[in-house]
Nanobody, 120 residues
Framework: QVQLVESGGGLVQPGGSLELSCVAS????????MGWYRQAQGKERELVAR???????TYADSVKGRFTISRDRGANTVYLQMNSLKPEDTAVYYC??????????????WGQGTQVTVSS
């Protein structure tokens, strides 16, 4: 019903930058929120950044000032610009989109995940 396609992960040196993108498609009537979460090996999944239809934005304390979330509403796409990357940012990053289908049923869809590795 809703498909998410993530891209942009990879290997980067400490201090480097990456941009993740996530495109939502399918039977979407409206999107209430789009966000990025990450899960490092052996750890629980955690919120990285999230933006709502009301333009409210939330960041994890560990990424404030380094990461920026943005959204292209017309393209149902969310981006995560990651600067000054640190080894502790290494994780699988997941896109999450919450909204309503054209049937007016709610949905909460997760992407397949994209690996980000920060290492020299």
């Amino acid at each position: 019903q809703v498909q998410l396609v993530e891209s942009g992960g990879g290997l980067v040196q400490p201090g480097g930058s990456l941009e993740l993108s996530c495109v939502a498609s399918g039977s979407i009537f409206s999107i209430n929120a789009m966000g990025w979460y990450r899960q490092a090996q052996g750890k629980e999944r955690e919120l990285v950044a999230r933006t709502t239809s009301g333009h409210e934005t939330t960041y994890a304390d560990s990424v404030k000032g380094r990461f920026t979330i943005s959204r292209d509403r017309g393209a149902n796409t969310v981006y995560l610009q990651m600067n000054s990357l640190k080894p502790e940012d290494t994780a699988v990053y997941y896109c999450d989109v919450v909204g309503y289908l054209t049937t007016l049923r709610p949905f909460d869809q997760w992407g397949q995940g994209t690996q980000v590795t920060v290492s020299s």
